[in-house]
């Protein structure tokens, strides 16, 4: 398994806004791509927070590669209040109940 988060810092007065953005550029889109597992977005305002998981690295690559996040930033530009920040995660421990 492969997983990706990506922080997104927004401004306090656009966070709701923002992440009904998000779920229409990202969450709907992901659940169509081959090799999608899950998609997350976890919220403490106003950061929130994603997660994809793939069942591999090229997987999550393709998904990048149709241009979803370019075109969400343009959605996104003026309601960021900085950078969002990526890290990249393999999968070490994992249980379930």
Excluded at 3 to 27: G, L, N, R, S
Aim: glycine share 4%; net charge neutral.
């Amino acid at each position: 398994m492969y997983t990706a988060t990506m922080t997104y810092h927004f401004k306090p007065e656009a966070f709701d806004t923002a992440c009904a953005i998000w779920e229409q550029e990202v969450f709907a889109h992901a659940r169509e791509q081959e090799g999608f597992v899950r998609m997350q977005l976890l919220v403490a305002p106003p950061v929130a927070l994603a997660i994809g998981t793939w069942k591999s690295n090229a997987d999550a690559r393709r998904f990048m590669e149709t241009g979803v996040f370019r075109a969400l930033m343009q959605k996104l530009d003026a309601m960021i209040a900085k950078a969002p920040e990526q890290k990249i995660w393999d999968l070490k421990l994992y249980a379930e109940k």
